[in-house]
């Protein structure tokens, strides 16, 4: 694979941006999921409702950004030098770390047998969200080398410890990936579509093809009646490529922005794509429909749609007005995302082991609940300030 020498070198302030508005959202919904009584509008879609909320823009946004990332990462390894070997080590590191933590966190959830587990579920879970930490943290040049590995490899320790204390709800020792969890199918998407980003040498062209099989693929995978939708591998792939159209179509648009000498006044192009997935997914709306649960093409064309329009937004106000210091208020959860993630699950299953109850019921409950939702946001971003300060950070 060759460097894209127009590709822009220097810090995208804007995807940084939309990558901590995109996280602090996520923190919100999250923590309003348990809240009662707020409108259907602000919760996820049911499956069979054919519609959307900006609640379900939410984990397509973090794909969408993942996506614009890849030709910047890969450009960088390139111009630092870095072999194949060396980068592919890192890549499938990568995704299978954001495997590995998906399955866990999924089995924290549901599926256990609690009469016959040694530990208590809710300290298992503690420990699953807990150990990911030490086992990625990015630890700075100065920190023991000793305690380093010793958190590094005791954290690995504990998850496979974990992995043989749980027993499932059949009576079977061991995990299962009930499903991939959102970091699981994250991890997935993300391999998919950097190994053919890599493949086609991240031409433009290669990956707008790649998109539209994607799309084709999903839709017959959703497809009743169709023989093909029987065999096990078929189903497996089309099924994340459903979430790799999203990383594609991030890929495409980041390479229409800034794989130039020039930028433009008006990105015509980016214009046309955001267009074309409204277009794609009006079309395919009536076939399939729009949902989140069921992975609908119409939901990721959608999606695409909406993440192109406000990152366009964000580029225009940031790149070009040179509007950024709104933008420190994010900028925490965007140097840390894969931490911020992880630590609100890591509360919760904290308070729940040793039976804490801090939040009053009120705030549990109907707008005081979304009132709570928005504080709590905004205290894990102040969080995130204070963890990147002492350079404790996760880095895959």
Same mark, same amino acid.
């Given at each position: 694979m060759k460097i894209k020498e127009n590709l822009y070198n220097q810090r995208i302030i804007s995807i940084d941006a939309l990558r901590g508005i995109t996280i602090f959202v996520m923190i919100f919904v999250n923590e309003l999921a348990s809240v009662?009584?707020?409108?259907?509008?602000?919760?996820?879609?049911?499956?069979?409702?054919?519609?959307?909320?900006?609640?379900?823009?939410?984990?397509?946004?973090?794909?969408?950004?993942?996506?614009?990332?890849?030709?910047?990462?890969?450009?960088?390894?390139?111009?630092?030098?870095? !072999?194949?070997?060396?980068? @592919?080590?890192?890549?499938?590191?990568?995704?299978?770390?954001?495997?590995?933590?998906?399955?866990?966190?999924?089995?924290? =959830?549901?599926?256990?047998d609690a009469s016959k587990m040694i530990i208590t579920p809710v300290f298992w879970g503690l420990l699953?969200?807990?150990?990911?930490?030490?086992? @990625?943290?990015?630890?700075?040049?100065?920190?023991?080398?000793?305690?380093?590995?010793?958190?590094?490899?005791?954290? $690995? *320790?504990?998850?496979?410890? *974990?992995?043989?204390?749980?027993v499932q709800d059949t009576g079977e020792i061991g995990m299962t990936p009930k499903w991939w969890g959102i970091l699981g199918l994250i991890g997935w998407a993300y391999l998919i579509t950097v190994?053919?980003?890599? *493949?086609?040498?991240?031409?433009?062209?290669?990956?707008?093809?790649?998109?539209?099989?994607?799309?084709?693929?999903?839709?017959?995978?959703?497809?009743?009646?169709?023989?093909?939708?029987?065999?096990?591998?078929?189903s497996f792939i089309a099924g994340h490529l459903a979430h790799a159209s999203l990383v594609t179509a991030g890929v495409i648009i980041s390479l229409l922005f800034f794989d130039r000498k020039i930028a433009p006044k008006i990105n015509w192009p980016v214009i046309g794509f955001a267009l074309l997935f409204f277009a794609t997914a009006c079309f395919l709306r009536p076939y399939y429909g729009i949902s989140k649960i069921k992975g609908t093409p119409s939901w990721t064309m959608f999606s695409a749609a909406i993440?192109?329009?406000?990152?366009?937004?964000?580029?225009?106000? $940031? =790149?070009?007005?040179?509007?950024?210091?709104? !933008?420190?208020?994010?900028?925490?959860?965007?140097?840390?995302?894969?931490?911020?993630?992880?630590?609100?699950?890591?509360?919760?299953?904290?308070? !729940?082991?040793?039976?804490?109850?801090?939040?009053?019921?009120?705030?549990? =409950?109907?707008?005081?609940?979304?009132?709570? !939702?928005?504080?709590?946001?905004?205290?894990?971003l102040l969080v995130m300030k204070i963890c990147n300060k002492y350079k404790i950070q996760m880095q895959l």
């Open positions: 009662k009584n707020v409108p259907q509008w602000m919760r996820h879609m049911p499956a069979d409702a054919d519609a959307m909320t900006f609640v379900d823009v939410v984990f397509p946004s973090f794909l969408f950004i993942v996506g614009m990332s890849v030709p910047f990462a890969f450009n960088a390894r390139l111009l630092k030098g870095d !072999s194949t070997r060396i980068i @592919w080590t890192h890549t499938l590191k990568r995704a299978l770390a954001l495997i590995i933590i998906g399955v866990f966190m999924v089995n924290a =959830e549901y599926g256990y699953a969200y807990a150990m990911p930490i030490p086992i @990625w943290n990015k630890y700075p040049k100065d920190f023991p080398v000793w305690l380093k590995y010793t958190l590094q490899y005791g954290g $690995m *320790l504990v998850l496979m410890a *974990l992995y043989f204390l749980y190994v053919y980003y890599w *493949l086609v040498s991240g031409k433009l062209w290669a990956m707008i093809l790649f998109l539209i099989i994607c799309v084709i693929a999903n839709s017959v995978n959703l497809t009743e009646g169709l023989a093909i939708k029987q065999n096990f591998l078929f993440c192109t329009v406000l990152f366009y937004f964000l580029y225009w106000l $940031m =790149e070009i007005k040179k509007q950024t210091k709104w !933008s420190n208020f994010f900028m925490p959860a965007a140097a840390n995302p894969l931490l911020i993630y992880i630590l609100p699950g890591v509360i919760y299953y904290f308070n !729940s082991a040793f039976n804490l109850h801090i939040i009053p019921d009120y705030f549990r =409950e109907g707008v005081p609940g979304i009132i709570w !939702s928005l504080v709590f946001s905004t205290i894990m």
